[in-house]
């Protein structure tokens, strides 16, 4: 599939489909746990072709679990029965250990079960694109960190944390080649702590690795998607924009329209209903409403705008109000 002329004729529909992270609440079409689901390459393909079959999908989504590359570097990490697992403690407890720290095969870990599942989902999914999930640079070197650390590293220790993210990034850049290789049509990267840094600090210690990345990989048949739901994002546009991608997500934490009157009409600019309040803990009154304005704000104004989720939606979301949000949607286009 041609991902050019497919973002192309995206920004150029006058009906657009929607793209929302919507992968995890496949559990509840399957019947199995999350914890079941990360470890079974099988059933991550099971659940996320139910979902394509439910749904009217723009893209078939893999599974955005943030733990997995961290966890093919050694980290830990603690699984739940109805929630993506999560690191139990810092891997890279002393800075110093970067210099030692070796960069994990391909494969490692439960890599090697998402690389699986995406490659068994493309097999069944052939009306749409599948796109694989991972984690950005910066974000991965905070899951090795924590997240707090990881920000006082880029003032205290610059040149150390810039050996860490260049291992991360050796990694990932790996990694999505290999979905590329298995034939994923592309990845979304997830780069949400970079979102809580200054503009100057994300221009200098997120950008130039996620550029890196999407150099290494994306072209005619291999689209990168790049994701960030931090707070600040809206703030560090300029510098988003510079690692090249050819669409863009953005999490419920900003305004849309702030964010797209940044950004050129010739850029797929995705997000940003609340994951949590509307899709997980609404009602499908609360979706329609929350859909509705949100289309009716951008979508004449901003061609290029295609509504999502602002971020993962969570196993637990009540289909109801799925099914409320592609209703809505096609409300708004029918008008």
Same mark, same amino acid.
Not at 120 to 147: N, W
Not at 239 to 246: E, F, I, K, P, Q
């Given at each position: 599939?041609?991902?050019?002329?497919?973002?192309?004729?995206?920004?150029?529909?006058?009906?657009?489909?929607?793209?929302?992270?919507?992968?995890?609440?496949?559990?509840?079409?399957?019947?199995?746990?999350?914890?079941?689901?990360?470890? *079974?390459?099988?059933?991550?393909?099971?659940?996320?072709?139910?979902?394509?079959?439910?749904?009217?999908?723009?893209?078939?989504?893999?599974?955005?679990?943030?733990?997995?590359?961290?966890?093919?570097?050694?980290?830990?990490?603690?699984?739940?029965?109805?929630?993506?697992?999560?690191?139990?403690?810092?891997?890279?407890?002393?800075?110093?250990?970067?210099?030692?720290?070796?960069?994990?095969?391909?494969?490692?870990?439960?890599?090697?079960?998402?690389?699986?599942?995406?490659?068994?989902?493309?097999?069944?999914?052939?009306?749409?694109?599948?796109?694989?999930?991972?984690?950005?640079?910066?974000?991965?070197?905070?899951?090795?960190?924590?997240?707090?650390?990881?920000?006082?590293?880029?003032? /205290?220790?610059?040149?150390?944390?810039?050996?860490?993210?260049?291992?991360?990034?050796?990694?990932?850049? /790996?990694?999505?080649?290999?979905?590329? #290789? =298995?034939?994923?049509?592309? =990845?979304?990267?997830?780069?949400?702590?970079?979102?809580?840094?200054?503009?100057?600090?994300? #221009?200098?210690?997120?950008?130039?690795?996620?550029?890196?990345?999407?150099?290494?990989?994306?072209?005619? *048949?291999?689209?990168?998607?790049?994701?960030?739901?931090?707070?600040?994002?809206?703030?560090?546009?300029?510098?988003?924009?510079?690692?090249?991608?050819?669409?863009?997500?953005?999490? *419920?934490?900003?305004?849309?329209?702030?964010?797209?009157?940044?950004?050129?009409?010739?850029?797929?600019?995705?997000?940003?209903?609340?994951?949590?309040?509307?899709?997980?803990?609404?009602?499908?009154?609360?979706?329609?409403?929350?859909?509705?304005?949100?289309?009716? #704000?951008?979508?004449?104004?901003?061609?290029?705008?295609?509504?999502?989720?602002?971020?993962?939606?969570?196993?637990?979301?009540?289909?109801? *109000?799925?099914?409320?949000?592609?209703?809505?949607?096609? /409300?708004?286009?029918?008008?």
């Amino acid at each position: 599939m041609n991902m050019i002329q497919w973002a192309q004729q995206l920004r150029t529909a006058a009906k657009k489909k929607s793209m929302p992270i919507l992968s995890y609440p496949g559990t509840q079409l399957i019947g199995a746990s999350v914890e079941e689901v990360s470890d *079974n390459s099988e059933l991550q393909a099971k659940m996320m072709k139910a979902v394509a079959d439910r749904t009217p999908m723009l893209a078939a989504v893999g599974l955005m679990d943030l733990s997995v590359e961290a966890e093919c570097f050694g980290a830990k990490i603690v699984k739940s029965r109805d929630d993506i697992p999560t690191i139990r403690e810092p891997f890279v407890k002393d800075i110093s250990m970067v210099d030692e720290l070796s960069v994990p095969k391909i494969g490692s870990g439960r890599s090697g079960i998402f690389l699986e599942g995406v490659r068994k989902l493309k097999e069944q999914v052939k009306d749409r694109p599948v796109f694989a999930g991972c984690v950005g640079p910066f974000s991965l070197a905070g899951r090795l960190t924590d997240v707090s650390e990881a920000m006082i590293l880029c003032f /205290e220790e610059p040149e150390k944390m810039k050996t860490l993210l260049e291992k991360c990034t050796v990694f990932l850049k /790996e990694y999505a080649a290999s979905y590329k #290789e =298995i034939g994923a049509d592309g =990845i979304v990267i997830a780069e949400p702590l970079a979102g809580v840094l200054s503009p100057d600090l994300a #221009e200098e210690f997120s950008e130039p690795y996620v550029r890196e990345i999407v150099q290494a990989v994306q072209d005619e *048949n291999f689209i990168v998607i790049y994701h960030n739901c931090g707070n600040s994002v809206n703030r560090m546009i300029p510098s988003v924009l510079r690692t090249g991608c050819m669409a863009y997500h953005f999490g *419920n934490a900003v305004q849309m329209s702030d964010v797209l009157a940044q950004i050129s009409a010739d850029t797929l600019v995705m997000g940003n209903i609340d994951p949590v309040s509307k899709f997980k803990d609404g009602t499908p009154e609360s979706m329609r409403k929350a859909v509705l304005e949100l289309m009716e #704000e951008n979508c004449a104004k901003y061609p290029n705008f295609v509504i999502s989720s602002g971020c993962n939606i969570p196993a637990l979301s009540r289909w109801e *109000n799925i099914e409320a949000y592609f209703a809505a949607i096609e /409300e708004f286009y029918s008008r």
